[in-house]
């Protein structure tokens, strides 16, 4: 490929990092008893938008939706994901770990079996121009998304400008993984981050906007946001493990909503769609599983340290969540 044009495929590929920085003092960190969320001083967007009010349960799906997510009527069909890690890969998620254990009795909706929130990704490496890469969901032809790649290290690590410009298959899937994995768990916003290396919690999943979002697991609602700013148009579901523990996902960023507070759902349930809401400047999902700790009640706060945390401090208060994926699938 002439250089010019690996570098203006370099400047999109990087153009489409998803960025939801927020400026605020690097000092000390949020603690048990204050885990409120940061102060927003300075926010790096690329336009302003008001977010998008929830729509119906049965919100209209596109065929293509339905073909590539298998939506039937408001759910998603969950589908494990058992190639999500890389083999070989190991835990960091402290004394966290699935185990066979008696269903809870409370009551409560049955966290069931764990799935991911979404079955494809579009294959971004083979794209190559602005105008395929700002597409919305429905209007991605079936044929252009492919499998959910491994959150692997070795590949998400991966300096870019070794596999730009992708003119193999190979180096289409590494861009494809790093631009959907966009920001891992406590990564700074580089597709060639690590992870523990900023104070991001959660993971960020690049896709594009109206892209169905299902519930990694059984739970109930507990919050639909509107904000204007830090995540935008946000659900957080509760559920209980199997084990006893239990842990609040959040979706956030979303364009619509699909549920109400209060709502019991099931594994794999639409709850929203991907949108660019909040502090964001690409559509995308952002994933995160928090601890909800002893003695705490009413509204849960997303757990967003002040400093970047060791995986021991952040594993008092948050979970990778494609960890918790993995191990109750």
Known sequence: MHPHKKLLLAELVAALVVCTTASVPLTGMVTQTHRARPTVTTVETSHTK????????????TKNNRVMLQVQRTKIVGRAVPQLLAFGATSTMGEFHGVAMEAP??????????????????????MRTPEQWLRRAEEIPEGEWVDIPPYDLAILTKPL????????????RIVTAKLFWSTRFFGGYSLDSGEYKARHSGVDIKLPPGTPVGAIGGGRVVEVSH?????????????????????????????????????AIVAGQLIGAVGNTGNSTQPHVHLQVDRILPGEHGTHIPYWPQRTPTAEEA???TLNPVWVIAEWQ
């Open 227 to 263: 904000e204007d700013g830090h995540l935008g148009t946000h659900v957080m579901v509760e559920h209980h493990l199997p084990n006893g523990d239990r842990i609040v996902s959040i979706y956030g960023h979303l364009e619509s909503t699909a549920v109400q507070e209060g709502d």
């Open 161 to 172: 400008s070794d596999v730009l410009p992708a003119e193999t298959p190979s180096e289409e």
């Open 105 to 126: 009795t409370d009551g409560f909706p049955l966290f069931g079996n764990a799935v991911f929130p979404v079955g494809k990704t579009p294959n971004w490496g083979a």
């Open 50 to 61: 008001k977010p998008v009010k929830s729509v119906a349960k049965g919100q209209k799906t």
């Open 315 to 317: 594993a008092a208060f």
